[in-house]
């Protein structure tokens, strides 16, 4: 009898977690070709999200979550968005978000479908609805609170990355910008763990059209710096204008150029006009779109436009990165306006533009790391582990040796 009762309860156990979400996109048959055994690539929470796959709630179902998905599209889509919509439906299309991110779309893909959720502010309402933690105050306020104890560990580093420590925080001698400190602090947090923030930040120049005839090269340059989302219909061009073939949509982009007489001109030839439709024509990934910084003279281009081309070549083929542009004329260690642009890079698509700072970049990369569930890049696992454990406070009880030692320090 006993022995009947215990196998009874089995079957019920085993009924309710083959219903569980989490039992289903780890089944054999929802695994990917070359991974279809038991233990290969098993999905679970590993980085404190506690809501890591959500049931489907009480009354709700796959397809109605499925229409409003549809309808927060609409909604996303339309030029006055309603925030509280689309706040709204987030919140309630959770559940169906999370299952399909579990089975690991391609990102331009999932972009296209969930649009929404490629904000800031939205970025910060997954990561609360995924771990219960608010982002971006808990991180910088950490990092705040943390950064004259984490400076004075810095400075018992020795060797190179010890001088190379002190250069970077040489900037903040005579800056008080907190971007800068917080910029400086998090690239000497990687330095000191022995790892390179530069592997993840990619800085590009953007090129003056207004500069000499004879334009000084210093290292890569990014041309046309605005990047496009793959489902942003928004920044589509308009009806061409008759008088040289642009949209009107390209033209608006011009009225604030010095020079547009001149460009505009310089487009009566077949050639130069070819060869600007071709820069301007849209792509899924980082693509040329302002025509202010094609730099024409008299019909020729320079040869900035094939490096720029290289540019968003090489981060069209990029897995993951934070990109920074800076304006030719800028001072890298001047008080604000330091970039042109910031923002991130996913599979060779740029989600997220017009951040602040790399520091407000990492913060968002860091939640977009949650709410798509990818893994922390290798070459800076130390990096962001502090990010999650000490910063955080997610899974703090397992530290690496590595930030274990950093945790120490910090507190003595």
């Avoid at 460009?263 to 071709?278: I, N």
Wanted: neutral net charge; glycine residues 6%.
């Amino acid at each position: 009898m006993e022995l009947w009762d215990a196998q009874g309860v089995n079957v019920t156990l085993g009924h309710l977690r083959a219903g569980h979400p989490e039992v289903a996109i780890n089944s054999l048959k929802n695994k990917r070709s070359g991974q279809q055994t038991p233990a290969a690539n098993i999905k679970k929470s590993r980085k404190g999200d506690v809501n890591f796959c959500p049931n489907i709630p009480s009354g709700e179902t796959r397809d109605g979550l499925e229409v409003e998905r549809v309808a927060l599209l609409t909604e996303v889509k339309k030029k006055k968005k309603d925030e509280a919509v689309i706040k709204e439906k987030m919140q309630r299309t959770f559940s169906l978000r999370r299952q399909e991110i579990l089975q690991e779309p391609k990102i331009p893909e999932f972009l296209n479908k969930w649009p929404a959720l490629f904000d800031v502010s939205e970025i910060n309402l997954e990561f609360m609805r995924l771990t219960t933690v608010p982002l971006t105050s808990k991180f910088l306020g950490e990092l705040d609170r943390l950064t004259d104890d984490l400076i004075r560990v810095f400075h018992t580093k020795g060797g190179a990355a010890g001088r190379k420590i002190r250069a970077v925080m040489a900037k903040t001698d005579n800056n008080e910008d907190i971007n800068v400190r917080r910029d400086c602090v998090l690239s000497c947090l990687s330095i000191y763990l022995n790892e390179d923030l530069d592997t993840l930040v990619k800085e590009y120049m953007e090129v003056n059209p207004h500069g000499p005839e004879e334009l000084e090269v210093k290292g890569r340059v990014l041309a046309p710096k605005r990047l496009q989302y793959a489902s942003d219909d928004n920044s589509a061009p308009n009806k061409k204008d008759a008088c040289c073939g642009l949209s009107a949509y390209e033209l608006k982009r011009l009225e604030n150029i010095r020079e547009r007489d001149a460009f505009l001109s310089s487009l009566k030839s077949k050639a130069s006009l070819d060869t600007v439709q071709s820069l301007l024509s849209p792509r899924k990934s980082l693509h040329l779109k302002e025509a202010r910084n094609l730099t024409l003279r008299g019909g020729l281009t320079y040869e900035h436009d094939i490096e720029c081309r290289e540019a968003e070549a090489d981060v069209a083929g990029t897995t993951m990165a934070i990109y920074t542009v800076r304006a030719e004329s800028d001072d890298p260690d001047g008080p604000g306006g330091r970039f042109a642009d910031v923002g991130v890079v996913l599979e060779g698509v740029e989600v997220l533009h017009n951040l602040q700072s790399i520091n407000h970049a990492c913060v968002m990369l860091y939640g977009l790391i949650y709410a798509l569930n990818l893994s922390y890049p290798k070459s800076l696992k130390n990096t962001f582990e502090v990010y999650q454990k000490i910063l955080m406070d997610l899974e703090s009880s397992k530290l690496s040796p590595e930030v274990q030692a950093l945790k120490l320090k910090l507190l003595g």
